[in-house]
């Protein structure tokens, strides 16, 4: 009976005793619970009130039950169930048909009233969590909108990017892979005084020294190199530990003197770059390693900033999974698809080894899954094939599951194109260009 507490149920019955037994078998069960005598009242009363559920006879003086239930709003009210002395099946069908959670014939067995009331307002309640997300989701702005979430690690890394983003020192961001480094990097400069100018986003791992100075610097008379094209905006080193030492000895120079000597010229360039960098790693280690220079890292750690994993901010999952949900379902032009109980205990029950970015790919293929008819959050993350060939763009990520879903579809019909168009929900046409588009070989798929 704890499961109840704290539910809400507005009982509708013209008959003084079968309110007052339902009022007592509601009282014991944990309920709060209150009754009127006529579907009319129940209207008024549901101007000030909202109960988790609504539990109405069907034959009553004036309005009925089934009458009352054509009144409600289906998406704003709550679930209504009906209840008669009079019911046979095909009032029952009629009954859902119109709307209604469920139909309960008298005499009632009190264990399953319970258990129909019960579900009912536990489905309430989910639908109306995903209505406070979704209106939250709307509300959203600016940097809000930028680093989503609630919880107090995430506002904390809030006000340390708006503390931090009008100064011109270095900053270095922690966190393990997929927990928003970059995105961070980019509100930095968005929210800066270099808001204006270029953000130079850099991969360490693929400079090489070989070509890093005709790349990075310039070549004189051969244009200018990728540093001074973003002077006077941000430069963001992601995965500073991966950059070879050669380099580092290089990119120190450059920030200690802020000018760069492009190939073959004569004399340095002005440089002006606010510096941010980022990394998975363990920074102190890397450099007893001896794979990160020490000097280096006192020139990129001005200030640090730790960022959260996502399991340890799990009260963000799902509005995190609302808001992804949301934009993937628009950009299919589908119903967001909703978050029941069983979606958020998979949610929970996950570690989220790749954090925001891997929420993001499975919410990815739950909007995919919904779009062929059903899915739930489980089904989602049995699809997850690692984290290593994840796609980093909302582009790619779609192209890759299209790439995916169609593929397994030309198998499953072995090839018959019609079938295999009908089964992804699209025309023969759409799935001819989505197959051109996408480089899909149909031969090689059979």
């Known amino acids: 009976m704890s499961e109840s507490a704290g539910f809400n149920l507005l009982i509708v019955d013209d008959d003084k005793g079968m309110r007052q037994s339902l009022l007592e078998l509601m009282g014991a069960a944990g309920w709060q619970a209150e009754a009127v005598s006529r579907a009319d009242k129940a209207l008024e009363r549901l101007a000030d009130v909202t109960p988790d559920v609504i539990l109405s006879d069907v034959r009553m003086p004036g ?124 509100a930095l400069h968005d929210l800066g005084p270099r808001a204006d100018q270029p953000f130079l986003a850099i991969n360490c791992a693929a400079l090489t020294p070989e070509s890093f100075e005709a790349e990075m610097f310039g070549v004189a008379g051969a244009g200018e190199g990728r540093l001074l ?14 950059c070879p030492l050669v380099v580092q000895a290089k990119l120190l120079r450059v920030i200690e003197d802020q000018e760069v000597f492009p190939v ?28 990160l220079r020490q000097d280096l890292l006192f020139r990129l750690n001005t200030f640090v900033m730790q960022l959260p994993p996502l399991r340890h901010r799990k009260d963000d999952l799902t509005l995190l999974a609302a808001h992804f949900m949301a934009d993937y379902a628009q950009l299919y032009e589908i119903a967001v698809p909703e978050l029941d109980h069983e979606d958020v205990a998979a949610l929970m029950a996950h570690d989220w080894p790749g954090n925001v970015r891997e929420l993001r790919n499975v919410c990815a293929r739950r909007v995919m899954l919904a779009r062929r008819g059903g899915g739930t959050f489980a089904a989602a993350l049995t699809q997850d094939h690692g984290l290593e060939d994840m ?56």
């Not at 704003?76 to 859902?96: F, K, N, R, Y």
């Not at 073959?264 to 794979?291: F, H, I, K, Y």
């Not at 582009?395 to 079938?419: N, P, T, W």
């Open 63 to 186: 309005m009925t039950g089934l009458e009352l239930l054509a009144r409600l709003d289906r998406d704003m009210s709550p679930p209504l169930v009906l209840i008669s002395a009079h019911g046979d099946i095909p009032m029952a069908v009629e009954a859902m048909q119109s709307g209604a959670y469920s139909f309960v014939e008298k005499p009632y067995d009190p264990r399953r009233l319970l258990t129909i009331l019960t579900h009912a307002a536990e489905q309430s309640r989910m639908r109306a969590r995903n209505a406070q997300l979704k209106e939250r989701l709307f509300q959203l702005s600016g940097l809000d909108r930028v680093l989503l979430g609630q919880t107090p690690a995430v506002a904390a890394v809030r006000e340390e990017v708006l503390d931090l983003a009008p100064l011109d020192g270095a900053v270095m961001i922690l966190g393990e892979t997929g927990t928003g480094k970059e995105l961070v990097a980019r």
């Open 229 to 242: 094209a973003a002077s006077g905006g941000t430069l963001f080193l992601d995965e500073i530990s991966t």
């Open 264 to 291: 073959g010229a004569s004399a340095p360039a002005t440089l002006d770059v606010r510096v941010v960098c980022a990394t998975n790693e363990d920074v102190e280690q890397a450099v007893v390693e001896e794979r």
């Open 391 to 446: 796609p980093d763009t909302l582009r790619e990520a779609v192209a890759a599951f299209e790439r995916e879903l169609i593929g397994k579809a030309i198998k499953a019909h072995e090839g018959r194109m019609d079938a295999a168009a009908g089964a992804l929900g699209i025309g023969r046409r759409t799935l001819n260009e989505k197959i051109v588009k996408l480089g899909l070989d149909k031969a090689a798929l059979l």
